[in-house]
């Protein structure tokens, strides 16, 4: 199977490269960004042994196309995407907190619920809630920025002010920046049959001081979806929701005895085990962005992302 799960990359005035769980990006000139999105699968905040084929595509094309669906809500960093996993933006600094936003009681928030917690990165949630119902309103729940191979960790808007870790005025533009766009997600989800349930967005501050919205958006790494057809007859029986996130391969994560803890083994990936992964993916794209996935060439991933960044980068006008 083709895939692109590390890339070592020598671009004209490269001074840098970050490697993320998921992404690589490269520092051009202490101006722009080339981020390379791997087909690396992460989850429990570990990456998993095996590439899965076309995820860096497409959560390349997603988190692009919700960039350009997004922009006239909130400024973002990106200017071009010169190759299917590719994206090339403005060279930023990142704030080192991932801003998570819930509109229901999944995922981590109803693991924290059930087991008995009424509030998570002090925010307050209701009392009689079952697993998946809405909240009365969106609710943010902060992580700090782990570094890889450690966890990202809850926080309180109030520890992250108190620490230093972003100013009350930066922080009070993330907080309306985070709902602005979960407002603008979940009504193109609505557009297309789904529930944009939680999400998180990442920040960052461009050379004149200006805030914009870095890495991916609402793609199926970063957000959860349920399917709105049937939602609520299956809340009302207690039923499992049907989901588009990467939540199935969380499932069967733990099914086979793994959630990220020390001492535990990932299970094997067999290479049937990862097709259906593949195709889940690909399912994920058609059903959030209504449109037909177009499989790129990978003949040799790596040569066509030298080749494309490349005569990007020679063309590229500030």
Request: aromatic letters at 10%; a negative charge; one cysteine or more.
């Amino acid at each position: 199977m083709k895939t692109i799960t590390s890339s070592n990359f020598n671009f004209p005035g490269q001074q840098s490269v970050y490697k993320g769980k998921v992404r690589e990006v490269y520092n051009i000139n202490n101006d722009l960004l080339v981020m390379i999105a791997t087909d690396r699968l992460s989850a429990f905040d570990v990456i998993m042994p095996k590439g899965i084929p076309y995820k860096g595509q497409i959560l390349n094309q997603i988190a692009t196309k919700f960039m350009q669906l997004t922009e006239e809500v909130v400024p973002n960093w990106l200017i071009a995407t010169p190759d299917p996993n590719v994206a090339v933006g403005y060279l930023c600094e990142p704030f080192k907190v991932e801003m998570v936003i819930r509109g229901y009681l999944s995922g981590h928030a109803a693991r924290e619920y059930a087991l008995g917690k009424r509030s998570l990165c002090g925010v307050a949630m209701p009392e009689g809630m079952r697993e998946n119902d809405r909240f009365p309103e969106p609710i943010i729940t902060p992580t700090t920025k782990a570094a890889v191979g450690t966890h990202d960790e809850d926080i309180s808007k109030e520890d992250i002010l108190a620490q230093g870790i972003v100013s009350k005025e930066d922080y009070e533009v993330l907080e309306q920046y985070t709902r602005a766009l979960y407002q603008k997600g979940t009504e193109i989800a609505a557009s297309r049959g789904l529930i944009l349930v939680d999400t998180k967005y990442e920040f960052g501050k461009t050379k004149d001081g200006k805030i914009v919205l870095i890495d991916e958006i609402h793609t199926p790494d970063s957000s959860r979806y349920f399917y709105a057809d049937g939602y609520e007859e299956r809340q009302q029986k207690g039923e499992t929701q049907k989901q588009l996130s990467k939540e199935f391969v969380r499932q069967w994560l733990i099914s086979n005895g793994f959630q990220g803890k020390e001492g535990q083994q990932i299970p094997e990936m067999t290479d049937e085990y990862i097709e259906t992964v593949s195709d889940r993916y690909i399912e994920l794209y058609e059903n959030i962005l209504g449109e037909k996935f177009v499989k790129a060439d990978v003949t040799n991933i790596q040569e066509r992302i030298e080749k494309n960044v490349n005569e990007f980068l020679s063309s590229y006008k500030k």
